[in-house]
Nanobody, 115 residues
Framework: QVQLVESGGGLVQAGGSLRLSCAAS????????MGWYRQAPGKQRELVAT???????NYADSVKGRFTISRDSAKNTVYLQMNSLKPEDTAVYYC?????????WGQGTQVTVSS
C-alpha cells in the first residue's frame, strides 16, 4: 500500500511563500488524481488543488493565481507552490491520491500564516 508523506509546512508571514511536497512510497503514475486539501480549525476539509495523471489541474477559487500544483513522476512526488500567502491560508494541508474508489491520505503538514 502506498504511503504519502507531506513536508514543507511551517510559519510564514503574510505575502510569503512555501512549497509543500508529498512523497509517495510507490509510483504515483497509477493514481488518476493527486491533490492537496486543507483543514482549518473548526472547519471542514476543503479542496485546494488537484492534478490528473494527464497533467490537468484544478484549483479552488480562493487560491487561483497564487498556488501551483505540479507532479514529478520520476520522483513520485507532488508539489504545491504557495505564493502571496494570506492568514486565511492557515490550515493543516493534506496530500491525497485517488484511483477509482480508492483514496489515500497523508498525515498532513501545518501551514501558519501570520499577519
Amino acid at each position: 500500500q502506498v504511503q504519502l508523506v507531506e513536508s514543507g509546512g511551517g510559519l510564514v508571514q503574510a505575502g510569503g511563500s512555501l512549497r509543500l511536497s508529498c512523497a509517495a512510497s510507490g509510483s504515483i503514475s497509477s493514481f488518476n488524481t493527486m491533490g492537496w486539501y486543507r483543514q482549518a480549525p473548526g472547519k471542514q476539509r476543503e479542496l485546494v488543488a488537484t492534478i490528473t495523471s494527464g497533467g490537468s489541474t484544478n484549483y479552488a477559487d480562493s487560491v487561483k493565481g497564487r498556488f501551483t500544483i505540479s507532479r514529478d513522476s520520476a520522483k513520485n512526488t507532488v508539489y504545491l507552490q504557495m505564493n502571496s500567502l494570506k492568514p486565511e491560508d492557515t490550515a493543516v494541508y493534506y496530500c491525497n491520491a485517488r484511483k477509482l474508489s480508492y483514496s489515500k491520505w497523508g498525515q498532513g503538514t501545518q501551514v501558519t500564516v501570520s499577519s
